[in-house]
């Protein structure tokens, strides 16, 4: 049997289909491509994105306004006049801006004193609390005092003289005749509204360096301190330092509001150690009637 050499095999014939016409009609080589399309994934991400976006924009825009409306609710608002206003320890201002405000109106004190038969001199602080001139500071810095000194922060000094002071209290007020321009009255706080934890700021003029600002907490209310030699009771510690020289300045709460004034030390040692006190400016108030009535802006 003879083999046969395999045949080739045809291929099948294909069916002739014409170019189908474009949609669009003819591309002409000078016309633009067609803009691709955004895939339809793409587009839901985009769009999911910007509701966030907005969303995240709304819920800042009431955060704000609820924040606002707690902290005025909190505060009170800011004092406009120099009577007892708010605690204002949830409420922050500037350390630059409170001392901006309150250095104009803390004066240093000097004294010539005679004690125990020999003559020395002091350093103290005191507050400007009216236009009409009077500076609160505390007793002990004028005590037997022959000669009072009072220079502003502008370096300008004039002699001061004694209104009145109450040695219970350690506290004394001042009258000098200058004019109104020299006079920057602080405003006064609320001292019943104090809280341990409130943050305060105390300027004064600690060894003779007038102008100094010191930061703080409160970090006790209703204390004595027999360490000082004096009576005054109801004290506000604090452990913003306070050294020799902050007697009679102020201690402000974070509206630049006084709150005290710095009176004494407690320590082992004739320095800050943490433990400073100041008189409740409510004692002040006490004071200020017997001169005409509460200070004025």
């Known amino acids: ?59 800042a825009v009431v955060t704000f306004a609820r924040n606002s409306a707690a902290r005025s609710a909190i505060t009170g608002g800011t004092a406009t006049s120099n009577q007892p206003g708010p605690s204002a320890a949830r409420s922050v201002v500037p350390l630059t801006t409170i001392y901006k405000q309150d250095a104009p109106g803390v004066v240093t004190i000097s004294t010539e004193a005679r004690r125990l038969g020999r003559t020395g001199q002091g350093i103290g602080s005191g507050v400007v609390v009216d236009m009409k001139g009077d500076i609160v500071t505390n007793e002990h810095v004028i005590a037997n005092a022959q000669q009072i000194q009072v220079t502003f922060s502008d370096g300008s ?23 109104a321009s020299k006079l920057h009255p602080l405003l006064l706080g609320n001292s019943d509204l104090v809280l341990v934890g409130d943050t305060v700021a105390a300027i004064g003029s600690p060894f003779d360096l007038p102008g100094t600002l010191t930061q703080g907490i409160v970090s006790g209310l209703h204390r004595k301190n027999p360490g000082a030699g ?58 200020l009637p017997n001169l005409g009535g509460t200070p004025t802006q």
Do not use: C, W
């Not at 669009?24 to 839901?44: F, H, I, N, Q």
């Not at 000094?157 to 009258?175: C, E, Q």
């Not at 030390?265 to 006190?277: E, W």
């Open 1 to 59: 049997m003879i083999d046969e050499e395999p045949r080739p095999v045809e291929p099948e014939p294909v069916a002739y289909l014409p170019p189908q016409a474009s949609v669009g009609g003819p591309t002409r080589a000078d016309a633009p491509p067609p803009r691709a399309s955004l895939p339809t994934t793409a587009l839901v991400l985009l769009i999911i994105a910007a509701g966030i976006a907005t969303a995240a924009v709304s819920a």
């Open 157 to 179: 000094t004039v002699a001061a003289t004694v209104v009145t002071h109450d040695v219970t209290d350690d506290l004394a007020v001042l009258s000098v005749s200058v004019a």
């Open 230 to 287: 004096i009576s005054a009771h109801d004290l506000i510690q604090t452990d913003a330092p306070i050294n020799p020289g902050n007697s009679g300045g102020p201690l402000l709460n974070t509206l630049g509001q006084v709150i005290g004034i710095n009176e004494s030390i407690q320590g082992p040692i004739n320095g800050n150690v943490g433990v400073g006190f100041a008189v409740p400016i409510k004692q002040v108030l006490k004071l």
